[in-house]
């Protein structure tokens, strides 16, 4: 039996000890780092990890922590796995609930950029958003099309999402207008936390040594100024607004179970693309908009895995650095309810999605609070969990 007595913390709930996920919480007396142990926080500084590992996490973020090699992450977790499940309280140990801490951005966002690798969403989007043409244009099934999106606007979980404004121009207006966002979306994706030594034309075989783990991330979207201003260049004020993502990173480890064969390529891979291991990740995704669950899209489906995306982010001699963020894509499946964002669920607006309390949503409206959850199959047939990203859109006015 382990110290921590919290219904949360066991083998069969997420965020038992077989996930325990890091992050930055203030309780009061400033930013600490901290593992997820349940429903609770276990501040690191004070713990007893010895001199190699606690200078890791003794600073204000993960940002040092980061900076370390795969053998240092390994070894804290280690560390930290024996530590969470002895039977008596180890020295220096104060669990703190979640309920009354502040959980902060837990690192410095370096560069941020964001895939396109769900072969449904693109065939959806590109159905709508380019009727006259193939869904998919013919680089998608060569390479993993991305972009680099504002790291400044990579906020934490919870914080509001104040409603764009910008030009955009309606179905059948000859000029564009100005105002806030009419079309406001979210998109359901799964990021990756780089860290590591600074890198360039990592192959897929090193990618583990540069992705430190991985969080829940919601790309919001104002759809009307993104149709507007994307061509020729691709997403901009659209999308650079806010983009939200977990409190707590589940590093790369806990998913040893999880991970599954990348769907085979309908081209043969160029060399740097191709995979020596399984980098599919077996994630579960639940889209819940104001408490209705109106989506479960299926990670696993994705046609482009974080090893190749990392490849092909720094295949022309750009670095990855710790601290660089960059998002899957949105995640989207080959049924309706398997979509990874509104625009999709509500087919361009045409179709409106019905939640709990019998009211109509095709795009958001204000004060509607959407939460994305994630579980992936853990060891002896527990559940790894993705802590939830939050955000409630509040007026722009
Ligand atoms: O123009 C398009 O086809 C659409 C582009 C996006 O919405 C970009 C994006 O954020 C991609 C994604 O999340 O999958
Ligand atoms: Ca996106
Ligand atoms: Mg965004």
């Not at 501040?43 to 003794?58: I, Q």
């Not at 039977?87 to 951005?105: F, K, M």
């Not at 060569?142 to 906020?155: C, E, N, S």
Request: with cysteine.
């Amino acid at each position: 039996m382990s110290w921590i007595k919290d219904p949360a913390f066991t083998a069969q709930s997420p965020f038992g000890p077989q996930t325990l996920p890091y992050g930055v919480i203030d309780a009061g007396s400033g930013p600490v780092v901290a593992v997820r142990v349940g429903d609770h926080a276990l501040p690191l500084r004070s713990l007893d990890l010895g001199a190699r590992l606690s200078p890791l996490v003794a600073g204000e973020s993960l940002d040092d922590l980061l900076a370390a090699e795969r053998p240092l992450w390994s070894e804290l977790r280690a560390r930290l796995t024996e530590l969470v499940q002895l039977p008596a309280t180890p020295v220096g140990a104060d669990l703190l609930p979640l309920s009354a801490v502040r959980s902060l951005l837990p690192f410095r966002v370096g560069d941020y950029v964001d895939f396109y690798s769900s072969r449904h969403h693109a065939e959806n989007v590109g159905r709508m958003f380019r009727p006259d043409g193939d869904p998919l244009l013919p680089n998608w099934t060569h390479l993993p099309v991305g972009y680099h999106g504002r790291a400044g606007t990579v906020v934490v979980s919870g914080t509001d999402v104040v409603r764009p404004h910008g030009q955009s121009r309606p179905p059948g207006a000859d000029a564009p207008g100005f105002g806030p966002s009419k079309r406001l979306d979210i998109e359901a994706e799964v990021g990756f936390v780089c860290g590591g030594p600074v890198a360039s034309r990592v192959s897929t075989s090193a990618a583990a040594e540069h992705l430190f783990g991985v969080v829940l991330l919601n790309d919001w979207s104002a759809r009307d100024i993104q149709a507007w201003e994307y061509v020729p260049l691709g997403p901009f004020l659209g999308k650079s607004f806010l983009t939200s993502i977990s409190a707590w990173i589940t590093p790369l480890e806990a998913f040893s179970n999880a991970r599954l064969p990348t769907p085979a390529a309908p081209n043969p891979l160029l060399d740097y693309l191709v995979e020596d291991q399984p980098w599919g990740l077996d994630l579960r995704i639940q889209v819940n908009w104001n408490g209705s669950l109106v989506a479960e899209p299926p990670f696993a489906e994705m046609s482009w895995s974080a090893a190749q995306q990392l490849a092909h982010m720094t295949v022309n001699g750009a670095t990855v650095r710790p601290g660089d963020l960059f998002g899957s894509g949105t995640v989207s499946g080959a049924d309706k309810r398997q979509r990874g964002s509104f625009l999709e669920l509500s087919w361009g607006g045409k179709e409106p999605v019905t939640l709990a309390d019998g009211t109509e949503r095709t795009f958001l409206a204000d004060g509607d609070t959407v939460v994305l959850t994630a579980t992936a199959p853990g060891p002896d047939g527990s559940l790894v969990g993705l802590s939830e990203v939050a955000g409630t859109v509040v007026s722009g006015e």
